[in-house]
């Protein structure tokens, strides 16, 4: 019984050292920000920053467009199934549009980004980390936080809100692909309906539900490679704890937010 | 008087002391060889001195501000007087070998991008890089890498000059190349060199002085010929490469007596 506790006691005291040292990173990245935004930061971060939105971003659209694509067409085929025995198939729309702009396309942005570029967050901090480079930095008066993070989390910032837009408007032309080849739904009523059924709030809950995704996956990636300890094997593990963890994070952060504004933002 | 003091220095990780009251003044313009085996505790006072990390108790003065005490800024301000080649060269990957050595120079002043291409030029120069500036540190080979950190050290014309473990890992010819480099740059800018190593030619070669650890205590500190003539017991074994516990031929043979009389030899 007594190890149990001590158990139970050693590992809340290490979940909470956890998010302890992710608010800490959190809050020391914010006070180094200034350096990486452009005209009034330090302009070798801002193209730094542009650098990190190119490969957490751009190289990333194909892969959120293709699997909004398929979650479209899945959320579609499988609300139709249910929807076509109570005549209500049009109620389909409603379904996807809403379900994607306030749900699917900033939780399926998230996860590719997470496996994407949380990993490779980890893995190249975490090389820096064995082979000196952050030693390096400290030793040339250079802040790790203002060099090396601050970029990435403006770049995450950045880049997973315009994912998530993204991956809405392709979860929804899936949907309306769906309708054209089952009810011959032409695609001008269909844009009308879904602008029809989704509201304002709808876009701004993802919205701000992708922003917090981005600050999960970008610090629980960087504090990760952090804290490699020894040598290239350690790397490897906090890439697999990094995509793991953040992947967590983010559904029990979807849960979290999905029931504040439940309960906060009436229809 | 001594551009660095260390006065009582005792450094414990997890309670186990790594170094025990230390005490030792490097004069300003001298060659100081911190010289001893393995786990001795010279890579931990290295840290200590270049201010990655701080002792448990007693106080590192550099240039008459203490290390251990300083505050942040003073700290980065310290940093900028004091250059540091690692034992993995600790090159940024990402950058070529040029803007490597650019790096300080961008972030700690404001000279012109041609003066600081000159610069640069100069300073790869120096170590015999001029023409391979617009490569990166993994098209170098590993002498070329640590004579490229050298580079980058000296990019701001530090007083001090530090080097870990600058033979590690390179063949004799190319170890005795930058032993003589460091030679050489200490004769024409008079800089303070520190350098740790547990190669004894290196060692000799280069040292004003040698201070000698054991077990984080000061085995000897003296000349190069003080050190040649010790009677110290530890410097002594270190000198004349006898070993600490040598296989006693017996007790093997004990040993391989007892393993064939178990079942497992006879399968």
Same mark, same amino acid.
């Given at each position: 019984?007594?190890?149990?506790?001590?158990?139970?006691?050693?590992?809340?005291?290490?979940?909470?050292?956890?998010?302890?040292?992710?608010?800490?990173?959190?809050?020391?990245?914010?006070?180094?920000?200034?350096?990486?935004?452009?005209?009034?930061?330090?302009?070798?971060?801002?193209?730094?920053?542009?650098?990190?939105?190119?490969?957490?971003?751009?190289?990333?659209?194909?892969?959120?467009?293709?699997?909004?694509?398929?979650?479209?067409?899945?959320?579609?085929?499988?609300?139709?199934?249910?929807?076509?025995?109570?005549?209500?198939?049009?109620?389909?729309?409603?379904?996807?549009?809403?379900?994607?702009?306030?749900?699917?396309?900033?939780?399926?942005?998230?996860?590719?980004?997470?496996?994407?570029?949380?990993?490779?967050?980890?893995?190249?901090?975490?090389?820096?980390?064995?082979?000196?480079?952050?030693?390096?930095?400290?030793?040339?008066?250079?802040?790790?936080?203002?060099?090396?993070?601050?970029?990435?989390?403006?770049?995450?910032?950045?880049?997973?809100?315009?994912?998530?837009?993204?991956?809405?408007?392709?979860?929804?032309?899936?949907?309306?692909?769906?309708?054209?080849?089952?009810?011959?739904?032409?695609?001008?009523?269909?844009?009308?309906?879904?602008?029809?059924?989704?509201?304002?709030?709808?876009?701004?809950?993802?919205?701000?539900?992708?922003?917090?995704?981005?600050?999960?996956?970008?610090?629980?990636?960087?504090?990760?490679?952090?804290?490699?300890?020894?040598?290239?094997?350690?790397?490897?593990?906090?890439?697999?704890?990094?995509?793991?963890?953040?992947?967590?994070?983010?559904?029990?952060?979807?849960?979290?937010?999905?029931?504040?504004?439940?309960?906060?933002?009436?229809? | 008087?001594?551009?660095?003091?260390?006065?009582?220095?005792?450094?414990?990780?997890?309670?186990?002391?790594?170094?025990?009251?230390?005490?030792?003044?490097?004069?300003?313009?001298?060659?100081?060889?911190?010289?001893?085996?393995?786990?001795?505790?010279?890579?931990?006072?290295?840290?200590?001195?270049?201010?990655?990390?701080?002792?448990?108790?007693?106080?590192?003065?550099?240039?008459?501000?203490?290390?251990?005490?300083?505050? #942040?800024? !003073? =700290?980065?301000? &310290?940093?900028?007087?004091?250059?540091? $080649? @690692?034992?993995?060269?600790?090159?940024?990957?990402?950058?070529?070998?040029?803007?490597?050595?650019?790096?300080?120079?961008?972030?700690?002043?404001?000279?012109?991008?041609?003066?600081?291409?000159?610069?640069?030029?100069?300073?790869?120069?120096?170590?015999?890089?001029?023409?391979?500036?617009?490569?990166?540190?993994?098209?170098?080979?590993?002498?070329?890498?640590?004579?490229?950190?050298?580079?980058?050290?000296?990019?701001?014309?530090?007083?001090?000059?530090?080097?870990?473990?600058?033979?590690?890992?390179?063949?004799?010819?190319? #170890?005795? !190349? =930058?032993?003589? &480099?460091?030679?050489?740059?200490?004769? $024409? @800018?008079?800089?303070?060199?520190?350098?740790?190593?547990?190669?004894?030619?290196?060692?000799?070669?280069?040292?004003?002085?040698?201070?000698?650890?054991?077990?984080?205590?000061?085995?000897?500190?003296?000349?190069?010929?003080?050190?040649?003539?010790?009677?110290?017991?530890?410097?002594?074994?270190?000198?004349?490469?006898?070993?600490?516990?040598?296989?006693?031929?017996?007790?093997?043979?004990?040993?391989?007596?007892?393993?064939?009389?178990?079942?497992?030899?006879?399968?």
């Amino acid at each position: 019984m007594a190890t149990l506790l001590e158990d139970v006691g050693t590992n809340t005291l290490s979940h909470l050292d956890y998010v302890g040292s992710l608010n800490i990173q959190w809050w020391a990245t914010l006070r180094a920000m200034g350096s990486a935004l452009p005209f009034v930061g330090n302009r070798y971060r801002w193209r730094e920053s542009v650098r990190q939105m190119l490969q957490i971003g751009v190289d990333a659209l194909p892969m959120v467009a293709l699997m909004a694509i398929c979650s479209g067409f899945i959320l579609a085929l499988q609300g139709a199934s249910e929807l076509r025995r109570f005549g209500a198939l049009y109620f389909v729309i409603d379904l996807v549009a809403v379900g994607f702009t306030r749900e699917l396309g900033a939780l399926l942005t998230a996860i590719a980004v997470s496996g994407r570029s949380g990993s490779a967050f980890a893995a190249e901090i975490g090389t820096m980390k064995v082979t000196e480079e952050l030693d390096a930095l400290k030793v040339m008066a250079l802040e790790p936080m203002e060099f090396v993070l601050a970029p990435k989390y403006l770049a995450a910032l950045i880049s997973v809100p315009c994912l998530s837009i993204i991956s809405n408007v392709f979860g929804i032309l899936a949907g309306g692909l769906f309708m054209f080849f089952s009810t011959h739904l032409m695609p001008g009523l269909y844009l009308h309906y879904v602008l029809t059924s989704i509201q304002l709030r709808d876009v701004l809950t993802g919205l701000i539900k992708s922003v917090v995704f981005a600050t999960i996956i970008a610090h629980v990636g960087c504090l990760e490679g952090l804290r490699v300890r020894g040598g290239p094997d350690s790397v490897g593990r906090s890439t697999t704890s990094a995509v793991v963890k953040s992947t967590f994070l983010v559904i029990v952060a979807d849960a979290v937010f999905t029931a504040i504004f439940y309960f906060t933002v009436k229809s | 008087m001594a551009i660095i003091s260390i006065r009582d220095l005792v450094v414990e990780y997890d309670g186990r002391r790594i170094l025990d009251g230390l005490n030792l003044d490097i004069e300003r313009g001298e060659t100081m060889v911190l010289l001893g085996g393995s786990g001795s505790g010279k890579s931990t006072l290295l840290r200590h001195i270049i201010g990655l990390e701080r002792p448990k108790s007693g106080s590192i003065t550099v240039n008459g501000i203490d290390i251990a005490r300083c505050s #942040a800024s !003073e =700290l980065k301000k &310290l940093r900028r007087s004091i250059g540091v $080649a @690692f034992q993995s060269a600790a090159l940024f990957n990402s950058l070529s070998i040029k803007d490597n050595v650019a790096l300080t120079l961008r972030e700690h002043t404001a000279l012109a991008p041609s003066i600081i291409e000159l610069i640069v030029w100069m300073k790869l120069a120096v170590v015999g890089l001029a023409d391979f500036g617009k490569l990166h540190p993994q098209e170098l080979s590993g002498g070329m890498k640590k004579r490229a950190a050298v580079a980058r050290a000296m990019a701001l014309d530090p007083e001090i000059l530090v080097f870990d473990e600058p033979s590690a890992g390179l063949d004799p010819i190319v #170890a005795a !190349e =930058l032993d003589e &480099l460091i030679v050489l740059l200490k004769e $024409a @800018f008079h800089m303070t060199v520190i350098v740790v190593t547990h190669e004894l030619p290196s060692a000799f070669r280069i040292a004003d002085r040698i201070a000698m650890l054991h077990k984080g205590t000061f085995s000897s500190v003296g000349t190069k010929d003080q050190i040649r003539a010790s009677d110290n017991p530890r410097v002594r074994q270190f000198l004349d490469r006898v070993p600490d516990n040598a296989a006693k031929a017996p007790a093997v043979a004990a040993y391989f007596e007892k393993y064939l009389h178990t079942p497992e030899a006879h399968l």
